[in-house]
């Protein structure tokens, strides 16, 4: 029963933004195009920051020198804005969407990496970081400013390699 208790408490900690008509840990099929999580735990956070295909704040030595969890009016101005990013990414709102907030000169900005999971996909994007390399524009990053309201840093992944 504890060992039940801790991860209820993990899930609904790392899942705070996952829509209330899924259960914590699942992605069904039905609702997974454009849903979002925000990343909590500071080794997912990391490991989302780490991408390999496209520029982000963590490639660039000292340029991220914390975590803050973004709060939930934090992420809906966020996702208010999200139609900003066209026409540079083709439907934002689409991807599904992983945020960490990460603190850099100073301010407190966030970082979106987005993606496209295929049917059925076993990954839990509130749990595990979503990394993709290669794979086309359908993966994609950006950074906004929940001072500012703005968006910059926008990077989308190479094109999808040959079998």
């Known amino acids: 029963m504890h060992t039940l208790s801790l991860l209820a408490a993990a899930t609904l900690a790392v899942a705070a933004c996952t829509p209330s ?17 925000v990343v909590t735990r500071p080794v997912v956070a990391a490991q989302v920051l780490d ?6 704040p963590a490639r660039h030595a000292g340029e991220v020198t914390g ?8 992420i809906d101005a966020l996702e208010s804005r999200l139609a900003q990013l066209q026409p540079v990414i083709a439907e934002p709102a689409q991807s ?3 945020y960490v907030g990460f603190e850099s000169a100073g301010k407190r900005l966030i970082y ?17 970081a ?3 390399c290669d794979g086309g ?11 500012a309201g703005t968006f910059s840093s926008i990077e ?3 094109a999808k390699s040959s079998p």
Request: hydrophobic share 30%; proline share 9%; charged share 20%.
């Open 21 to 37: 008509n899924t259960r914590p840990g699942s992605v069904p099929t039905a609702v997974k195009t454009g849903q979002s999580w």
């Open 96 to 98: 599904g969407r992983q």
């Open 137 to 147: 524009a359908q993966f994609w990053g950006a950074v906004y400013d929940p001072q």
């Open 67 to 74: 975590y803050w969890a973004p709060s939930r009016a934090d």
């Open 156 to 158: 989308r992944n190479g």
């Open 51 to 56: 991408t390999c295909s496209r520029d982000s």
């Open 112 to 128: 979106i990496n987005a993606f496209t999971l295929p049917d059925h996909s076993e990954m839990d994007p509130g749990r595990e």
């Open 130 to 132: 979503i990394r993709v």
